[in-house]
């Protein structure tokens, strides 16, 4: 970025080269090779590079889409999925567990986190103890440490950048926005919530881009990964041991290891857990979160004027950017029986992914839904629902899922992200793209 410059995030052309490779969308690693002799859609370069022409050609006429060669089944539309959400009986998380991690899964290299792809009595329970944190006064008493870690955060860079320009960003210079700031800042509020030392912050932050580096294909990537997730693990280890002797604080860790459901605690591995559900759910999202929402906007400077005039319109960007192009686009599940759609079979335990980039621009819900609009009328922007909001000719984003395994941290992930940019627009109020970004 520009207060001059941000350059264009990058992650969801990142991600959809994990889905290309086979990390998401297959049971097994496709090489090169493979790729090049039975090439599919998702392998293209037209997709890689912007897939969602392809989403509306998956929605116009292959609605059910299989693709034979990753052995995947694809629905696109957004009704199909909305219905494919809420219907647990028929695509499950669970049976993946049977299966194991793929081998360089987020399992593997972040360790499994308390829900990891779970259902039944203990996904129940674990959801339980954890939910709660993350909404309603839990979540507005971290509100203020939100707010310190994104002022330290802005100050942090503005810093860094003044050492190059003698004036420093806020007046005349540039900044790289994603690597200065939205790839610092989720991961500190999470150092921040779990009570851990300030000192510690950068470290943290370190082992949790080797965490995701980790995720790319590529031994030496997942060896220092797993490094990364043991040492992270052996970090934490003393901290829960202490605070379950010691429980004062208001702190994730303390609040996680003293807390009882049904007259049981979680075990310090399932507070390990927790953590690394913190970072595997929470960093990278939002990260991308923040840098979608400031390209966007920054590329529609009329919408930009408004939210510089009334900051608290940064939650309906938020809404709108989980809709045009949200951090995660596509959700996996497996059939528990043959289910019969547009003259096909999908048979049981087949793969099926819910491609949530494409069903959130479904025309059939969604006027001009290539249009990024924070205005629009068709989009509920009221409060996340369990359930989603499909009534009255407005639709609910599908950005965080709905039904049982809808997103836990949706509420942190909107503060988070709206506070971090109210504050970077009042810190950089003549920000514009640079030039060659613009381009």
Not at 60 to 83: I, M
Not at 176 to 203: A, K, N, W
Not at 269 to 286: R, S, Y
Request: charged share 30%; proline share 5%.
């Amino acid at each position: 970025m520009e207060e001059n410059g941000l350059h264009p995030n990058t992650f969801c052309t990142r991600f959809r080269d994990e889905l290309t490779k086979g990390i998401i969308m297959s049971d097994r690693v496709v090489s090169e090779e493979e790729r090049r002799i039975v090439p599919t859609i998702f392998d293209s370069e037209e997709y890689r590079t912007d897939p969602f022409p392809t989403y509306k050609k998956l929605r116009d006429y292959h609605p059910l889409y299989h693709d034979r060669f990753h052995s995947n089944w694809v629905l696109s539309r957004y009704e199909d999925v909305r219905a494919a959400f809420l219907d647990n009986e028929n695509y499950n998380r669970a049976v993946y567990e049977e299966d194991g991690p793929y081998e360089f899964g987020s399992e593997n290299v972040f360790g499994p986190t308390i829900l990891e792809l779970g259902n039944g009595e203990k996904h129940r329970w674990s959801r339980g103890v954890v939910a709660g944190q993350f909404i309603g006064r839990n979540l507005e008493s971290f509100i203020p440490t939100i707010e310190r870690i994104a002022a330290e955060t802005i100050d942090l860079f503005s810093r860094r950048a003044a050492e190059d320009i003698a004036k420093g960003f806020i007046e005349t210079g540039e900044v790289d926005l994603v690597e200065q700031f939205t790839i610092q800042y989720p991961i500190r509020v999470i150092s921040g919530m779990l009570g851990l030392p300030r000192e510690d912050e950068d470290q943290f932050v370190e082992w949790y881009q080797l965490l995701i580096a980790g995720l790319g294909i590529g031994e030496e990537f997942h060896r220092r990964g797993v490094q990364a997730r043991e040492e992270l693990n052996a970090y934490i280890d003393p901290f829960i041991k202490e605070r379950r002797a010691n429980p004062v604080g208001d702190d994730l860790i303390t609040k996680i290891a003293t807390a009882e459901l049904g007259g049981q605690r979680m075990t310090d591995a399932e507070v390990k857990g927790f953590v690394n559900l913190l970072l595997a759910a929470g960093g990278d999202t939002t990260d991308k979160a923040i840098g979608n929402m400031w390209w966007f906007v920054l590329q529609n400077p009329d919408q930009l004027a408004e939210l510089k005039r009334d900051p608290s319109l940064w939650d309906r960007a938020f809404t709108e950017m989980m809709r045009y192009d949200p951090p995660v686009h596509v959700q996996p599940r497996r059939t528990t029986r043959e289910i019969a759609m547009y003259g096909k079979v999908i048979p049981t335990r087949a793969n099926v992914t819910f491609q949530l980039g494409a069903a959130n621009r479904d025309e059939r819900v969604f006027k001009d839904p290539d249009k990024f609009d924070i205005f629009r009328k068709d989009l509920y922007c009221g409060k996340e629902m369990r359930v989603g909001y499909y009534a009255n000719g407005e639709a609910s984003h599908l950005g965080f899922g709905i039904g049982k395994h809808f997103c836990m941290g949706y509420a942190m992930a909107r503060q988070e992200s709206v506070i971090a940019c109210q504050m970077l627009t009042e810190a950089m109020p003549n920000v514009r793209l640079k030039r060659d970004d613009a381009e």
